[in-house]
């Protein structure tokens, strides 16, 4: 049976489409206009939140981005993309994949919907999101000095994942984001043919 994932361009779906992608999973992709509930309202059928991504798998149904991406690999795995429990790394490997939704896109989430969705509303609030997100970017920056890789010494989702933020970070134009650790492991990663293919889907009409 083939994975089916509904998302939107640039959004966090990004994430498992990409841990999909880099698995060799057979999966399937429905791209959806912005903001899927108000523009697509048949998609709160299948999704009762009218959020993005979702994942239908068998009988498995999730809306968590990280967590759809920690469900194929161990669903699916064995796969390099996992840090096991007898790793060293592993308490790092989950503590980053909370990381990525809880501390860092949280907050562009509240600065996307100030900016673009109700522009004017709150700007102060906007702002102080914003630099909040940048705030928060210090652990990354100084986990990188001396690393390739998040965890494990490799490619895993920790790095699919908090890399996301940095990419959504890019594209609103907050380009304090991409201190020199960052952007060198960003580079890195956004080369990846896996991601490079991901970024070509876009929603027709």
Known sequence: MTIKIYTCED?????????????GLNYEVEMLPFPPRFLKPDYLDIN?????????????????SVGISQYFVDKYGPTDLKVNVDEEDY???LNWLTHSDATLTFPQTVFIRYTLQEPGVADKAAEGYRRWFVARLKLLEKTLADRE????????????????????????????AYKPNIKRWTDMLFAREAFKKIRKLKYEE
């Open 11 to 23: 959004s966090r779906g990004m994430r498992p489409i990409w841990t999909a992608e880099e698995m």
């Open 48 to 64: 009762v939140l009218g959020t993005i991504p979702y994942m239908i798998d068998g009988d498995a149904r999730m809306t968590e």
């Open 149 to 176: 890789y998040l965890c494990s010494n490799r490619f895993t989702i920790a790095d699919i994942c908090v890399s996301y933020a940095i990419f959504l970070a890019g594209n609103l134009g907050i380009e304090e």
């Open 91 to 93: 308490a790092s490997y």
